[in-house]
Every structure is written in C-alpha cells, then in structure tokens.
C-alpha cells in the first residue's frame, strides 16, 4: 500500500464499521478512518423502527461501542463529516470542509436515503435517522396519525403506534401489502394481526397531495394527522458515479467480493448491487444482517488485494436475513420467500407459532419464522447449503 495512506471508509453504518473493526481485527497496521455526515458515533439502526415509541433512543444506549472503543483500536471516527469529492488519479477524498485525506483503498458503505415523490411534500417525516426517530417519538402520541407506505418499516412504525395513537391508517398504494416479501399465506396473519390492534390498512390507494398534517387521495378522500412517509430508500451512488464506478438501477455494480469497476474502490452494504445468487443479476439487500456480512468480506477483500497476508476470512452466506417485531411478535425472513410459488407450513400461522419454507418447484428459495427467533438462521443456513449445488445463470 502507498506510503501508509490507509483505508478510508464512507459511512458510519454496521457495514463501512464492521469493515473497520474487520481489518483490525485481522492485524492491519495502517491507518483506518471512518467519515460519517450524522454528528453522532456509530449507533444500531435496528433500534429506530423496532417498537418506536418505547424504544430507548439516547445515545449511550443505541451505540455500537463506547467511545473509548474506537481510539483503542486507532481506528478514527469522523462523525458530521461529508464527502465533496474524489480524485481516484491521486486517490485522496475531498471533505466538505476542505480537509484532503489520502488512501490506499476507499469503501463506500454511503448506505441510503428515504425515496421521495413528488405528491409527497418534503417536510413529511420519514424514519432513516437518528434524529427522525427521536422527532417520530415525540410526534406519534396521544393522536392521528397516517402512515404512507405498508412495507415491513411502515407497519412496524404502525405497531408501535398503535399503543397510544388515537387511530392508525396505512396508505398503500399497491393492491396488496407485502407481496414482495411474503408469500400470501403469511402476509395476511400479519395484517390480520394489524387490524386486530386497531389499524386500519387501505390498499390499492392513490395519493395526490401529502402534507405533514393531511394526505388526499385520487378518491377524493382525506386522512389528518400526523403524517409519515414510508416508501422505501434509494441507495446513496452520487460519491460512485463521481469516481465512474458503474451504478446500475439499484446500486453501485460490484463483483462477488465487491470491488467496483474503478481500482482501489469497493462498496458494501445497502448501497452495493452484489451478484444475486439465483440470476448473476446486480442486486442489493437491505439487512442489518447481509450489511455486516458486506462489512467482514469487504475488509477481507481488501486486505487480499493489498498483498496484505491476513487470517483466511469466514464464509459470508449469500442469503439474505432480516427480522421484524409487531406487537412484540418476531418474524424473521431468509432468502426470497416472495418468490416462491408453493409453501409447506410446520405449525400455525395464524397464532404466529411456524416455520414457513418457501418454494420454486423443488427449489428451497426462502423461509419465513413466525415466533421462531431461533429458526431463521437454520433456515439461513438451508437455504445456503442448497445454493451450493445450484448453477448461477
């Protein structure tokens, strides 16, 4: 490596903070900085959506490590730091304050932003941040409010909610909820689940014009209250796209051990479209689980293109896994269960006590947990292993 440069990592996320705490791990001597734009040290996202409105979101208690960790290791973290600009030709990075840092290899982990359109105004809230759940907390008691979006995030903010909102509404747009995810027979236990709470789910629903108080729909239906946006992210690729990594439409294109297409730059995390590993085709997951995963096999990565001789690294499985809590009920999620065209279920459902497996024919292609915390990684597991013998287009 040049003249002890080092690493440098874009984001604070679980994935740009397990490739730091990786490659110490793994003994490498050279400099290790993290640049973040959130004025905070590394924290677990997982905490902001699961059951909000009780959760504990001070600082010292969502943290990843004391801040003592970080100077221990020499690892140095920038929080509130933002990146202007690359010059890969002399491979330093430009911070906004003016600041050039030198590197050997640079790792995108830019994670990604809450997707916005334009009938939504701006100032709705949405849940991303930090700062977005502590404003969410305080803003979802004691009356209305109305949730745009039914995906997994959307119906967790609903859950937590519930408890003390005087009514909950979720805007969907699609006709059903979770058919991406789920397979059909568990997606309905869950909005049952919902309604059963007192949500109220509309589908199939066409929004005008949202405000922070009101949303109006095609309809000409009217909904008040707190308003919160939940329709998804984009992934950050402005910093890969100014460096000439290849972006594709769902991220910063990445091989196997995800390296870009520009030298000395890689990318992990929600923001890296990896090879999936049922079509060869560039796809992004968007896990705390698969992002950690992201953080050990790109430190891994490159310290092998380094030169640099490191312990082997472990296995890091190719099948995505993800976990969701609703009125204090745990769901896991390995694989691509939405795909599947048949299941076989072992328990009920409908009392949230099953393991789900989920087919293509005869191909294992996801499984779903419901009250089963302990069975979504063996499922993790089985789906892996028969990969293995599957041939990737």
């Known amino acids: ?145 109305v949730i745009i979006g039914g995906g997994l995030i959307g119906l967790e903010i609903a859950a937590s909610a519930a408890a003390s909102a005087s009514s909950v509404t979720v805007l969907e747009s699609a006709p059903t909820l979770l058919t991406r995810v789920l397979p059909a027979g568990v997606a309905a236990p869950l909005l049952d689940l919902h309604r059963a709470n007192g949500v109220q789910i509309r589908t199939g629903v066409d929004i005008v014009a949202a405000t922070p108080e009101t949303v109006t729909t095609a309809d000409g239906s009217s909904f008040g209250g707190t308003v919160v946006s939940a329709i998804g992210m984009v992934p950050n690729t402005a910093l890969a796209q100014a460096v000439g990594a290849e972006v594709g439409p769902v991220g910063i294109v990445v091989d196997t051990e995800l390296r870009t297409t520009v030298p000395h730059v890689y990318a992990a995390g929600d923001v890296a479209a990896r090879p999936h590993p049922l079509t060869g085709a560039p796809a992004r997951a968007e896990q705390w689980m698969t992002a950690t995963d992201h ?69 294992l292609l996801g499984g779903v947990t419901l009250g089963r915390p302990a069975a979504g990684r063996a499922m993790r597991t089985e789906i892996e292993q028969g990969l293995q013998t599957r041939v990737t287009p």
């Open 295 to 363: 953080g050990k096999l790109v430190a891994a990565t490159v310290l092998a293109d380094s030169g640099f001789d490191a312990p082997e690294a472990p296995p890091i499985s190719r099948v995505p896994l993800a976990w969701t809590i609703h009125y204090s009920r745990n769901m896991q999620l390995a694989g691509w269960p939405g795909l599947a065209d048949r299941v076989a279920i072992d328990g009920s459902v409908d009392d949230f006590d099953a393991t789900v497996r989920c087919y293509e024919g005869n191909v």
């Open 1 to 145: 490596m040049n003249d002890g440069a080092g690493v440098v990592i874009v984001g604070t996320g679980i994935a740009g903070i397990t490739a730091a705490e990786t490659l110490r791990s793994a003994g490498y001597p050279g400099p290790v900085t993290v640049l973040g734009d959130e004025p905070h040290l590394p924290y677990r996202r997982t905490a902001l959506s699961k059951d909000l409105l009780n959760a504990d979101l001070r600082h010292d208690k969502i943290r990843l490590r004391k801040p003592e960790f970080w100077s221990e290791r020499d690892i140095s973290i920038r929080t509130g730091t933002r990146v202007v600009a690359v010059d890969t030709g002399t491979r330093e990075i430009i911070c906004g304050d003016g600041e050039s840092i030198a590197y050997d290899a640079l790792v995108l982990a830019t994670g990604g932003r809450p997707r916005t359109v334009d009938a939504i105004a701006a100032e709705v809230p949405n849940l991303r941040q930090h700062d977005d759940a502590v404003a969410l907390q305080r803003a979802l008691a004691c009356q209305p409010v």
